[in-house]
């Protein structure tokens, strides 16, 4: 089997594991091979039970008897993404959503409560407050930046912190040194949607959450042609999320696995190029008194202050509110943009610009947009900065 003859080398660094790690030196390939199995054949009857027994006292992965457990193209992600993360072990999930599902229905159960920050990813808001009532499970809302509202929401059938960080498309940045100390206190489980920052810039497992969940489809992939998700876990949630997900059959297929380990060869390289066009962006608009700037950099702010505290790095993601009574000209500033796309999800090489609808941000109950606000969400790619600045600049003619 290929899988006895990969090697996962081990540095110091990340950045040079990325690089050197899953050889395959029985193909002698320097990526490991695509494995597409449904049917795992063995030689004998024996074998199959060996296996099995191994895959009991190993419950980590590595030794499968159906396709549907993944294959040593899975597992080899599932490796990367463990050191990655520092974290007891990571479950791979066809979508970033499946991980953020996986993730909840791990920990819930009918009658149970779950507490999730308010500027939560609408659709993860969706399940919560509107699919999960139908199962009897109630969800509360935290004012991110007031987070008494997390004690005030804790009962006794709370067992769920679920964090995303920064808010979805409003971008707040929260105490999350805070929020483990009262999940601790009161002996509940903490998750974090991490997709923003990624283990290279935030390691939540590291610092204390149980779970967390990157969309793999966003800066994992970066290459804006594959969907997939982790969730990263430590001992303690392990068994209850392993049962979760042999229930729900919630795993990564083998061929998108290859193309997120191929994408993380280049994760730290492209998050500091990200990272670098959009502080030079965030510069250039900072001179405009009408766009107030959605990203971690005025010294003094909360936000910056949190995020600094954190995080090593800012990611390609950011946000523009924007006071204008001319809707309309918003509209025209984001279709005049040329070198910016734009569509759903982010984290590619590509830049993108979307006008955010409030629905789209979700009826929140502490975060929202006052009268003749209105949100751009600018993704910031891989460009030559001062080609993008150009044309965020003549389009920038049109904001009335
Ligand atoms: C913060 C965040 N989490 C999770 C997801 C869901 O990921 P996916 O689109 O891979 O299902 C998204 C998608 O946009 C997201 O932005």
Known sequence: MSILVIKFFMSKSFKTFLKHTAKDFHNQSVNPPVVRASTIIFKSLQDIRKTQAKAKKNPIGGHYDYGRQGTSTTYILQKILTKLEESYH?????????????????I?????????????????????EKFLKEFNIKTTFYNPYDLKSISQNITKKTKLIYVENPGSNSFEFQD???IIKIAKKNKIITAIDNTWATPYYFKPIKFGFDMSIVSATKYYSGHSDVMGGSLAVNRKVFNKVKVAEKMTGLRLGPDDAYLITRGLRTLDVRLDRHSENTKRIVEFLSKFKKIKLLYPHKKNSFNFKMWKKYYSGASGLMGLKIKSKNK???????NSLKLFGHGYSW?????LALHQEVVETGKRKYVNLDKDEHLVRLHIGLEDSSDLIADIKQALKHLK
């Open 90 to 106: 990571v479950f791979t999930t066809p979508t970033g959503f499946g991980s953020v599902f996986l993730a909840i229905i791990s």
């Open 176 to 178: 999350l040194g805070k």
């Open 347 to 351: 984290g590619g090489f590509e830049s």
């Open 328 to 334: 309309n000209s918003i509209r025209k500033f984001v």
């Open 108 to 128: 819930v159960r009918p009658g149970d409560e779950i507490i999730i920050s308010d500027p939560v990813y609408s659709p993860t808001r969706v399940l919560t």
